[in-house]
Each structure stands twice: as structure tokens, then as C-alpha cells.
């Protein structure tokens, strides 16, 4: 096992750091606060200023991405972790040119990836890291293994919270995991379903003040607020991405807004300590570096 562990320490170190791509994760505290759905958006976005996206539908046992959009996989990342196919193999062609690595569903198995699974994943995902500029990785809400591990791996967390008092508090408590546990610093912020600007800044201040009382040294970055529009659950129902019927909404041009600031963000290396490309700050920890 020590072998195994020095073995892996050397082949994440000795692959190439210089990668280009930007990998956040997009989460939340609580279901139900549109994740997906302003993932898929915001990636679409983003691909519409000339960027190559990928999503990729971290919540392995219960898929939702390709579910939004209508799209039927003949694979998803079981087949992978099983040997059966590799991950080219399962990326599906979304809307607005992004592409999208689906989950399974119903496969209680991948709720709690094993190590192993991990690695193996790792491995697969490592392929995109020349051929994207971003990785979105929708995870699951709350702080299950599978979600922590996810979060833990990626260069810059993007919180979403609404306005509810449920989906505030859960969000405090995942920010509290995430530092305790692990060290992270530093979060961007998405307020979804918001009355007003100001309701959405209401929010992220609730949450700050939270955060400066009982943790201290936690940095949280607004990267917007999307108000409540009755036309996205249509579109979900619809399984249609919302930019691409109501491109002219406000609703629209907030997500955009958000593409780009996200866009903006540089320095992610070296921030929270983590390393140049997904999971290698946690395969690094793992094997005891």
C-alpha cells in the first residue's frame, strides 16, 4: 500500500501543471436551489464568449444535467468507472456548443465513490485538461462524502443560496465544513431567486456576517444575484436551457453577467492551496504527501 501510495504521489506530480483549464465546482447547502440549472446557463454563457466548457454532472447516483436538457446517454461515468467504455466515449454535445459528461441515475453505488473510484476517475477527467477551458462540476447539495470530495478538488467553489432562511443556514453550515475541515478560505457567491439586487445583497451580507462572527478568516465573493422568473421552471419542464429561449431577459443578461465575472477570475493555482488541475490537491493529501 505505501508502494501504491509513493506511486501515485509521483505520477500526480510528474503530469503537467501548466494546464490551462478552469475547474470550479457549483454547490449548495440545500436541493432545490436551481444548481443545475444556472450551471447549464452559465456554461452556455461562457461558451458563447468563445470559451470551451464542460460540465460535468457530479451527482453521480442521481443524474440532472442531461435530464434538464433532454438528452438520452447511451453511457454515463458508471460505464467508465466500471471499465466498460472510456470518457470520451460517454461526453454528450449540449446547447450553445458546451459539452457534458453525464451521471447515472438510480445507482445508489456512486452515491460514495470507494478510493479507487476516485483515482480511476481522476484519471479519466485528466484528458480534458488541454482540450477545455472550463470544468463546471455540478455537485450534489449538502455535505455528503461525494459532495465534500468534489468541492475539496477543485480550484474555486461557487455557493448558491436563495433567500430562504433553510437555504441560508445550510449554506453556512457547508462553508463551516469546507474551513474546519479543510482549510478553504475563499467562495464566490450566486443568490438565485431574488426580488431585487438588493434582497440578493441582503443575503450575501447575512452570510458574511455569519461567517466574520464565528469563522473568522472566510472571504465570500459575490458573483451576482439571478431574480425570480417564472420562465426557468418552464424551461426545465421544458428541457430547454433557458438562455437559449429568453436570450434578451434580464434573467439572461444576469447570468452573463456572472459568465464573465467568472471569466474575470485569475490566480486560482496557488488559492486555498490547491494544485493547477482537478483532484490533485486531494489525491495528494490522500496518499499522505
Avoid at 466498460?84 to 445508489?108: H, M, N, T, W
Avoid at 470530495?149 to 453556512?172: H, K
Avoid at 490566480?267 to 490547491?274: P, Y
Amino acid at each position: 500500500m505505501k508502494d501504491q501510495a509513493h506511486s501515485l504521489r509521483r505520477l500526480v506530480m510528474e503530469r503537467d501543471i501548466t494546464s490551462p483549464i478552469k475547474v470550479f465546482s457549483v454547490t449548495s447547502g440545500k436541493g432545490g436551489v436551481g444548481k443545475t440549472s444556472i450551471v447549464v446557463n452559465i456554461a452556455i454563457m461562457l461558451a458563447s464568449i468563445g470559451k470551451k466548457v464542460l460540465v460535468l454532472d457530479a451527482d453521480l447516483g442521481l443524474a440532472n444535467v442531461d435530464m434538464i436538457l433532454g438528452l438520452i446517454p447511451k453511457y454515463n461515468i458508471r460505464h467508465v468507472l466500471e471499465g466498460e467504455c472510456s470518457i470520451e466515449d460517454i461526453l454528450l454535445d449540449g446547447p450553445g456548443g458546451i459539452k457534458i459528461i453525464p451521471a447515472s441515475s438510480g445507482v445508489q453505488e456512486l452515491a460514495d465513490l470507494s478510493y479507487e473510484q476516485q483515482i480511476s476517475l481522476t484519471n479519466a477527467l485528466d484528458y480534458f485538461s488541454q482540450e477545455m477551458d472550463y470544468m463546471l462540476v455540478d455537485t450534489g447539495a449538502g455535505i455528503s462524502k461525494n459532495v465534500m470530495y468534489f468541492n475539496m478538488s477543485v480550484q474555486r467553489i461557487i455557493l448558491v443560496v436563495t433567500p430562504e432562511p433553510t437555504s441560508i443556514t445550510d449554506a453556512y453550515a457547508l462553508i463551516k465544513v469546507v474551513r474546519k475541515k479543510y482549510g478553504i478560505k475563499r467562495f464566490n457567491l450566486i443568490i438565485n431567486n431574488v426580488l431585487s439586487i438588493i434582497e440578493g445583497e441582503g443575503v450575501a451580507e447575512k452570510l458574511r456576517f455569519a461567517c466574520e462572527r464565528f469563522l473568522g478568516d472566510v472571504s465570500l465573493d459575490m458573483l451576482g444575484s439571478i431574480p425570480y422568473d417564472k420562465h426557468i421552471p418552464e424551461c426545465v419542464r421544458g428541457q430547454k436551457a433557458f438562455v437559449g429561449v429568453y436570450p434578451r431577459s434580464i434573467t439572461a443578461q444576469r447570468l452573463k453577467s456572472i459568465a464573465k465575472g467568472i471569466n474575470s477570475i485569475s490566480n486560482l493555482v496557488d488559492e486555498n492551496g490547491n494544485m493547477q488541475f482537478f483532484l490533485r490537491r486531494m489525491l495528494l493529501e490522500q496518499t499522505g504527501r
